[in-house]
C-alpha cells in the first residue's frame, strides 16, 4: 500500500517536471513577444522614449565618494541612483583637473571630460526638444528619468589654493549655468535645478557669500557638521516638539558607554542606559551669555565685520572652517551639505558600539544642520569589517543622516544590509 502511493507521488512528480520543461522549450505568444521586444520587426521603434537614458533607475540617498576613481565615472554613480558625486580638483596651467593626487594626474581626465560635459549629455537627453515637445522646459528635469525633480549634487573638493581655484571653477560652470541647470538662489528663495554645486576642501566661505565672486549665488558651501551641535533642551525651549523617549530610534539604550572614554572625558553614568554629556567637552559649544545677540547681528555684518573673528577664522580651505559663536552663519542661502569626518567627530567604535555619547554627538549634529535646513553627510566612515560598516550606515539611516558616503556603490545599493549584527547592534 505504501509502495504503491510512493510510485505515485513519483509518477505524478515526474509529469510536473516534464511539463515545466515543455513550457520552458515552448514559451506562450506573450513571452516570445517580451522576449523579443525592441528586435528587428518587433515594436523596435516602440521599444524606446526620448528621455529614458535613466529609465528603471530609482535615485537613493548616497554619495558617490572619490566618483572619479569609478571604472566610468558619474554614469557609475547615476546607474546605482546616487545623488551626490565628488571630484577632486586641482589647478596646474590655468586648467581644471580631477584625480586623488597630483601623481594621479592626466592631461585628459580633467572638470569638463570628467564631468561637466557628461552632465550636459545626459540633461540634453532628459530635456529634449521633439514634436510634441518644442521647446525648453522653464523647470529642466534632472537626470533620473523616474524622478525628474530630483536635483544631482557635484562636490567639488578645491584641493589647490581656494582664491586662485575659484574664478576657474565659477567659469567651468558657465555651461550648466547658461541653460539653467544649477540650483542657486534668487535672493530670497532657493531655486533646485538639475544640479547643485557645493565646494569643500579648500573652498573660500567668503567668496562662496560674494555678490561679487558668486553673483547668481548657484556654488554652495559644504558648511561645518561638527559646529552644529545642539542639545534636545533647546529645541525644547525655542518650541520643537518634545522627544518622545519611547520613539524607534531615539532611545539611548547602550548599558554604559566604555571605560576608555569615561577615562578620557571624566565621566561617569547618571543612571543606566545615559551618559551626561557636557555641551562644553565639544569644540562645537560656546560658552558665551550674549551668544544670541551675536548670532542676530551676524545676519547683517560681513565676514571681515564680525567681532572676535581673527585672521585664522577667515584663512579660506578646510571644509568646516568655523567662526567661533557664529555657527548660524551657515544658512540654506549659502550652504547645502553639513559634513564632518566621521572617525575624527564622532570617534573610534570602542567593542565595535555606538556609545551613549556618540549617539548624542550624532543626534545633537543632525539636529542643528537641520535646524539651519542643511544635508547631514559624514565621511571617513568604518568600511571594514563589512558587518560593522553596514551597521554604521543603518543606524544614520535611521538617525536622519540625508545621504550615505560611500566607496562600495554595488554593497550600498544592490544589497541588504540592514541586517542587524547582536555584537555591533546599539538597539
Known sequence: MTVGILV????????????????????????????????????????????????DITPIPCHSHNDYWRHVPLYSAISAGC???????????KDLYVGHSTASLTRNRTLKTLYIDPLLDVLSKQNPTTYFHPYQN?????????????????????????PALWPFVHSALEPLRSRKYLTYLNGTELVHGPITVVGTGNTP?????????????????????????????????????????????????????????????????????????????????????????KLAHVETTTLEQEPGVTEADKVPGNTGTHIPMYRDIYTTANSYYA????????????????????MGLIRGQVRGAHRRGLK????????????????????????????????????????????????????
Open 83 to 93: 545623488i551626490g558625486v565628488e571630484a577632486d580638483v586641482w589647478l596646474f596651467d
Open 138 to 162: 522653464t523647470n529642466p528635469h534632472g537626470v533620473f528619468d523616474t524622478n525628474p525633480s530630483q536635483t544631482l549634487v557635484l562636490l567639488i573638493d578645491f584641493k589647490t589654493d581656494g
Open 205 to 293: 566661505f567668503n567668496l562662496v557669500t560674494s555678490d561679487t565672486s558668486n553673483p547668481q549665488h548657484d556654488i554652495f558651501f559644504d558648511a561645518p557638521l561638527d559646529e552644529m551641535w545642539e542639545d534636545r533642551e533647546w529645541e525644547e525651549t525655542h518650541g520643537w516638539p518634545e522627544w518622545d523617549e519611547g520613539s524607534p530610534g531615539e532611545v539611548l539604550v547602550e548599558d554604559e558607554g566604555s571605560a576608555e572614554e569615561d577615562q578620557l572625558f571624566k565621566d561617569s553614568p547618571t543612571r543606566k542606559g545615559r551618559h551626561v554629556y557636557k555641551p562644553e567637552q565639544h569644540r562645537s559649544y560656546v560658552a558665551d551669555p550674549n551668544r544670541s545677540k
Open 339 to 358: 559634513s564632518v569626518s566621521f572617525g575624527k567627530s564622532i570617534g573610534r567604535m570602542w567593542r565595535n558600539r555606538l556609545s551613549s555619547r556618540q
Open 8 to 55: 505515485s507521488l513519483g509518477i505524478f512528480q515526474l509529469f510536473t517536471i516534464t511539463v515545466g520543461l515543455i513550457t520552458a522549450f515552448f514559451p506562450d505568444d506573450i513571452q516570445r513577444l517580451i522576449e523579443s521586444w525592441g528586435q528587428l520587426g518587433h515594436g523596435q521603434s516602440l521599444s524606446s522614449w526620448p528621455t529614458d537614458f535613466t529609465r
Open 376 to 427: 547631514v553627510r559624514y565621511w571617513d566612515l568604518p568600511s571594514w569589517p563589512i558587518g560593522l560598516r553596514n551597521h554604521v550606515w543603518d543606524v544614520l539611516v535611521r538617525e536622519g543622516v540625508d545621504l550615505l558616503n560611500v566607496d562600495d556603490l554595488r554593497g550600498a545599493t544592490q544589497k541588504s544590509w540592514r541586517h542587524k549584527h547582536k555584537w555591533w547592534r546599539w538597539s
